[in-house]
């Protein structure tokens, strides 16, 4: 089994444009596409080790009934413009890792989501279905992004 998914999109925007709305709090409330992160608080990231509290609602998945909930955000990973990873905390500290790179591309950014659950513990990977949040999440929250950053425009084309 891969413990790790990962999605892309070429999104019609620049890499600042893009960094500054995935370090942010209420950024990564916007684009959620689980539609388990209901509100957050806190400063947007700015380094490694950064924290920020998301409010949480894990009814939009339906299969673990904790009600209203909260975490905290660690920011694990942090090059402006370029990557940003997270971890998970506040009560659930699993060990999953979520995060974006970026690539400049003409005409915009290919961003690449990630969600990566291969450090967690044994008792976790028995007590949760894996991954909490799927493939098409990732997707989603890219499409969700690429309308928050870049409404109207179409998608920058790839080179083959």
Do not use: C
């Given at each position: 089994m891969d413990?790790?998914?990962?999605?892309?999109r070429?999104?019609?925007?620049?890499?600042?444009?893009?960094?500054?709305?995935?370090s942010?709090?209420?950024?990564?409330?916007?684009?959620?596409?689980?539609?388990?992160?209901?509100?957050a608080?806190?400063?947007?990231a700015?380094?490694?080790?950064?924290?920020?509290?998301?409010?949480?609602?894990?009814?939009?998945?339906n299969?673990?009934p904790?009600?209203?909930?909260?975490?905290?955000?660690?920011?694990?990973?942090?090059?402006?413009?370029?990557?940003?990873?997270?971890?998970?905390?506040?009560?659930?500290?699993?060990?999953?890792?979520?995060?974006?790179?970026?690539?400049?591309?003409?005409?915009?950014?290919?961003?690449?989501?990630?969600?990566?659950?291969?450090?967690?513990?044994?008792?976790?990977?028995?007590?949760?279905?894996w991954?909490?949040?799927p493939?098409?999440?990732?997707r989603?929250?890219?499409?969700?992004?690429?309308?928050?950053?870049?409404?109207?425009?179409?998608?920058?084309a790839?080179?083959?």
């Amino acid at each position: 089994m891969d413990d790790r998914l990962e999605a892309q999109r070429a999104i019609a925007a620049s890499p600042a444009e893009i960094f500054a709305v995935i370090s942010s709090p209420q950024g990564h409330v916007a684009i959620d596409a689980s539609g388990m992160l209901m509100s957050a608080d806190g400063d947007s990231a700015a380094k490694v080790g950064d924290t920020f509290v998301v409010h949480m609602d894990r009814e939009a998945l339906n299969d673990y009934p904790l009600g209203l909930y909260d975490v905290t955000v660690e920011i694990v990973t942090f090059e402006p413009d370029r990557e940003i990873a997270w971890t998970v905390g506040g009560g659930f500290d699993i060990g999953h890792v979520y995060g974006y790179r970026l690539e400049p591309i003409e005409q915009g950014t290919l961003v690449t989501s990630y969600y990566d659950w291969s450090k967690i513990e044994q008792n976790w990977r028995d007590a949760i279905t894996w991954p909490v949040v799927p493939e098409s999440a990732l997707r989603a929250t890219l499409g969700i992004l690429a309308r928050t950053v870049a409404p109207g425009k179409p998608r920058p084309a790839l080179e083959s």
